[in-house]
């Protein structure tokens, strides 16, 4: 490795030869001077890694020769060697950007440590973040060679997020791809996992997943008898919410908890099955006007949200005598009157907000030319949330909502997976749209890496027929049909998608938010 090519200027630098001799022989490159207008010269005509710059100086001190070499190279690590303590020097000293300073007399060892601060701390913090990743790793295969239950799932998918978060801070490639390869093979572990447990998670009623949120988590807050919030955020992962957590914590006390999105993970099933307490089969059996046939577009299914809720809360003896408000948010229009709206909401017990910018913003990715640039990965999705948060509707009526004491239940329908593997799949003309989940009559795909049910009910799902089967995604893979195999890749590589199995769909927060006292 090159040696790191330090200037030092001292007027007494003659004198300070054993320390130049000391550096030296800890492996640095080294060119002395003793004024001011020498170090200025020899700043021009090289790069240096670092300048050691005395204060007192004749001529031009210390303080001006700083500005000079700043007006040469302003990103060049300065560290001001002083006799003067004086508060006031420092902060001009800092003010004009050097990077540390040692207070005369300095010894060899003071020095190295000053220097090695500044130009060993990157490797020095990625040697350290390597071992800490290192260990992750350990840990992770650990868990997921010993038969992980759900519990531990949650664990490991906040502990990948974790990562997801400091590793975009650090920008370290070789992590980076380290972190995307453990992922790949975890999220095929997870999928393994949900399809072998899946039907007994449905027959037996555990854990809890989609349809047991409003009873387990909004109605122990409606029983308070204070003004509540249900907002769900169409399509918003865990890292997602951490990424925006930041801005909610200046206004709430948060308790964040997990829980496991029932299969498809698409808005008409998993939404619907959140707002009306059942299974989608359920739904369909018990309220059939209110879940539609697959003939249907099937985004029309979440039309009757409102009214699945309220037949759920009065269902357990919830009676609102002015009803409950809902307000689906589709547009910046619509956003706006829900924020002028919440002054008149204090008296009311419960207000539904659903929010489908996230996922709108996903489903046009694929056809935007703009949104492709800006959203090529995990981190960029991540950046986009952060930055559409602070400007949005959403966070100026989270803002009034904290001012009215109000408690929020936050949450979300499903998240998404950016896809990268194509699969095959052949179905009648019949079958379903959908790149991570399908159901019809007649679905073939031999890939490993798809769950094929032959009996809907088994998974909670309604069937249009008796033959009637679903197939869903694993992982990052997604369907595609054989007759335009290129024309799909080409179109719908690297898109978010959500329906089938993976943390990122699966694996789901559930936040309450309580007015801070």
Not at 187 to 205: G, L, Q, V
Not at 369 to 395: C, G, H
Request: with cysteine; proline share 4%.
């Amino acid at each position: 490795m090159e040696k790191a090519k330090i200037l030092w200027v001292d007027d007494e630098i003659e004198m300070l030869k054993p320390h130049v001799i000391f550096l030296e022989d800890k492996d640095y490159n080294l060119d002395t001077v003793s004024n001011g207008s020498d170090a200025i010269h020899m700043v021009e005509e090289n790069n240096y890694d670092l300048v050691l710059l005395d204060e007192m100086m004749p001529g031009l001190d210390g303080l001006e020769t700083l500005t000079k070499i700043k007006e040469i190279d302003k990103t060049i690590p300065v560290i001001m060697v002083t006799k003067n303590e004086e508060e006031g020097l420092m902060n001009k000293a800092i003010s004009k950007q050097i990077t540390d300073y040692i207070i005369k007399p300095i010894n060899p060892h003071q020095v190295l440590m000053a220097i090695k601060k500044i130009l060993m701390s990157e490797k020095i913090r990625r040697d350290r973040i390597g071992e800490e990743y290192t260990r992750f790793s350990s840990w992770l295969n650990r868990e997921i060679f010993s038969a992980p239950d759900l519990k531990k799932w949650y664990e490991i998918y906040s502990k990948f997020v974790r990562w997801d978060l400091r590793l975009d801070k650090l920008g370290y490639e070789d992590l980076l791809n380290i972190h995307t390869y453990e992922r790949k093979n975890t999220n095929e572990e997870f999928s393994e996992y949900i399809t072998e447990n899946y039907k007994n998670f449905i027959r037996e009623h555990q854990p809890t997943m989609s349809h047991d949120i409003v009873e387990k988590y909004l109605m122990p807050q409606l029983e308070k008898k204070k003004p509540v919030y249900f907002i769900v955020l169409d399509c918003l992962r865990l890292d997602q919410l951490h990424v925006i957590e930041p801005y909610l914590q200046e206004l709430f006390n948060i308790k964040t908890q997990h829980y496991l999105s029932i299969l498809p993970t698409s808005t008409p099933y998993s939404r619907n099955a959140i707002f009306a307490g059942m299974l989608p089969k359920d739904i369909a059996e018990k309220t059939p006007q209110y879940w539609k046939s697959n003939s249907e577009v099937e985004d029309s299914r979440n039309r009757y949200e409102h009214f699945l809720i309220d037949r759920l809360l009065k269902k357990h003896g919830f009676r609102f005598p002015n009803g409950t408000k809902y307000t689906k948010i589709l547009d910046q229009e619509e956003g706006k009157f829900v924020v002028k709206q919440i002054p008149k909401y204090e008296n009311e017990q419960l207000i539904i907000l659903v929010y489908n910018f996230l996922d709108m913003l996903l489903h046009h990715r694929f056809k935007d030319e703009i949104l492709k640039e800006m959203l090529p990965n995990d981190k960029a999705l991540r950046s986009l949330t952060d930055v559409w948060f602070q400007n949005s509707d959403l966070y100026k009526a989270i803002k009034k909502i904290a001012a009215q004491g109000a408690t929020v239940v936050l949450t979300t329908d499903h998240g998404s997976i950016k896809v990268g593997h194509p699969m095959k799949v052949r179905t009648d003309k019949e079958a379903s749209y959908g790149l991570r989940s399908k159901h019809g009559k007649n679905i073939s795909c031999k890939s490993s890496h798809a769950y094929k049910v032959k009996n809907p009910q088994e998974i909670g799902v309604p069937s249009a027929n008796i033959v009637d089967n679903f197939i869903f995604a694993k992982g990052d893979y997604y369907f595609v049909y054989p007759t335009s195999y290129n024309e799909y890749k080409k179109k719908f590589h690297g898109t978010y998608q959500h329906g089938g199995i993976s943390m990122e769909e699966m694996i789901l927060p559930i936040s309450i938010l309580t007015p801070k006292k």
